[in-house]
C-alpha cells in the first residue's frame, strides 16, 4: 500500500521568495519595493534566525527568510523578515512580535515583518520601517485582486506560483485530480 503523501505548502514558498526576492517583494509588497535600493544589494541572513527561535522544537518554528536590505529614502540598513504561514492560529501576530524583539535585540536593526497566508487581511498599505515599530504587512494569496487567468499569465514569476498554489489547494488530498488540472 502506498504511503499517504502531505502537502507541504510552505517550504515551496521559502525557496521561490529567495531564489527570486526581487520579484517577489514586487508582487506581494509594491510599496515596499519603492522603497528598497535594490542596486546596493540585499542580503539573507537566515543563520542568525536559529539564535532567536521561539524554542527547541523542530525548524518550522524559526522564521522562514531574515533579509538586510538598504532604503532609498535613508543611507540606512533594515531588516526584513518573511513569513510563510499555511495554517494562521489565534497566535501568529504575537509570534511575530516575538520574533521582532528577538531580530531587533540580536541586530539593533529595524525591522519590518512581511506575512504571506492564502487568506486573512491584506495590509499593504502602511509601508514602514522605523526603528522599535512593530509593522506587520500582509499579503493574502487568495485575495489577491488577479483573477487566476491572469495570475498565470503574469509576467512577475509570482503570478504563476500563486496560481499553482490556488489550484493545488483546490485539489488538496485528491493527487488524481491535481494531475489532470
Request: glycine fraction near 4%; include cysteine; charged fraction near 25%.
Amino acid at each position: 500500500m502506498p504511503t499517504a503523501q502531505r502537502d507541504n505548502y510552505d517550504s515551496p514558498w521559502k525557496s521561490a521568495a529567495r531564489r527570486y526576492f526581487r520579484h517577489f517583494i514586487r508582487f506581494f509588497f509594491p510599496p515596499l519595493y519603492v522603497r528598497i535600493d535594490w542596486p546596493r544589494g540585499w542580503r539573507f541572513r537566515e543563520q542568525e534566525l536559529e539564535q532567536v527561535a521561539l524554542s527547541d522544537k523542530p525548524s518550522f518554528l524559526i522564521a522562514d527568510l531574515l533579509v538586510e536590505i538598504s532604503l532609498r529614502d535613508a543611507e540606512q540598513t533594515a531588516l526584513l523578515h518573511v513569513e510563510v504561514q499555511e495554517k494562521v492560529g489565534r497566535s501568529l501576530r504575537r509570534r511575530m512580535f516575538t520574533y521582532f524583539t528577538r531580530i531587533y535585540a540580536l541586530t539593533g536593526l529595524p525591522i519590518c515583518s512581511l506575512l504571506i497566508t492564502p487568506n486573512g487581511s491584506h495590509s499593504l498599505n502602511q509601508c514602514r520601517v522605523k526603528e522599535l515599530e512593530f509593522n506587520l504587512l500582509q499579503a493574502a494569496i487568495e485575495r489577491l485582486p488577479i483573477c487566476i487567468e491572469e495570475l498565470i499569465r503574469h509576467k512577475n514569476p509570482f503570478g504563476l506560483i500563486c496560481a499553482a498554489y490556488i489550484l493545488a489547494k483546490k485539489t488538496h488530498g485528491n493527487y488524481a485530480a491535481r494531475r489532470k488540472e
